[in-house]
T-cell receptor, first 116, second 116 residues
Framework: GDSVTQMEGPVTLSEEAFLTINCTYT??????LFWYVQYPGEGLQLLLK?????DKGSNKGFEATYRKETTSFHLEKGSVQVSDSAVYFC???????????????FGRGTQLTVWP | EAQVTQNPRYLITVTGKKLTVTCSQN?????MSWYRQDPGLGLRQIYY???????DKGDVPEGYKVSRKEKRNFPLILESPSPNQTSLYFC???????????????FGPGTRLTVL
């Protein structure tokens, strides 16, 4: 079945450090891939997405590239800020399963803390 | 403003006392879903609804009920809450996959439930 595995953390970095959060997936069809972010006390917000192989999603300095050959969608940012401290969730939506149209499969989340 | 609202945001109750958490969206979305978030487990889907009067179980439906009488509302009902239902609950909505919007889900702010 469909599933997402992501680096569990917690991840602690100094401001301006480079960030990578690993995410790999298993899917039977051709999934769309997402990164969601959850700031303290808030709901999840879509950070970026990619809908087909080799697509790169980007937003707010974060990037992730849909790699079909390695079934991965790693999140990266070149220089993190204190305001990036949050929980990050990798997710997939399998487009070829009509009975689960709309379903998102989430990873367990990675807590990121950035220190000044 | 396009949004998903949940009420209440915080609730402390006792075992066996029926409760309802409301969810409402103003984006005319067909698809709605309930998740619970627990430490180390990420988000797990409880129930989802593809449209009015169409609901189905997610991964952890035991102890919960839902209804979808109107497109905008999707309440979560706990008929007899137990302590293991203490959790953070999120409602989400989206357009269906076929719309071509790649299934971005919009999340409510969350309801923190404690069952004593």
């Amino acid at each position: 079945g469909d599933s997402v595995t992501q680096m569990e953390g917690p991840v602690t970095l100094s401001e301006e450090a480079f960030l990578t959060i690993n995410c790999t997936y298993t899917a039977t069809g051709y999934p769309s891939l997402f990164w969601y972010v959850q700031y303290p006390g808030e709901g999840l917000q879509l950070l970026l997405k990619a809908t087909k192989a080799d697509d790169k999603g980007s937003n707010k300095g974060f990037e992730a590239t849909y790699r079909k050959e390695t079934t991965s969608f790693h999140l990266e940012k070149g220089s993190v800020q204190v305001s990036d401290s949050a929980v990050y969730f990798c997710a997939l939506s399998d487009q070829n399963r009509g009975s689960t149209l709309g379903r998102l499969y989430f990873g367990r989340g990675t807590q990121l803390t950035v220190w000044p | 403003e396009a949004q998903v609202t949940q009420n209440p945001r915080y609730l402390i109750t006792v075992t066996g006392k029926k409760l309802t958490v409301t969810c409402s969206q103003n984006m005319n979305h067909e698809y709605m879903s309930w998740y619970r978030q627990d430490p180390g487990l990420g988000l797990r889907q409880i129930y989802y609804s593809m449209n009015v009067e169409v609901t189905d179980k997610g991964d952890v439906p035991e102890g919960y009920k839902v209804s979808r009488k109107e497109k905008r509302n999707f309440p979560l009902i706990l008929e007899s809450p137990s302590p293991n239902q203490t959790s953070l609950y999120f409602c989400a909505s989206s357009l269906p996959q076929a719309s071509g919007r790649n299934n971005e889900q919009f999340f409510g702010p969350g309801t923190r439930l404690t069952v004593l």
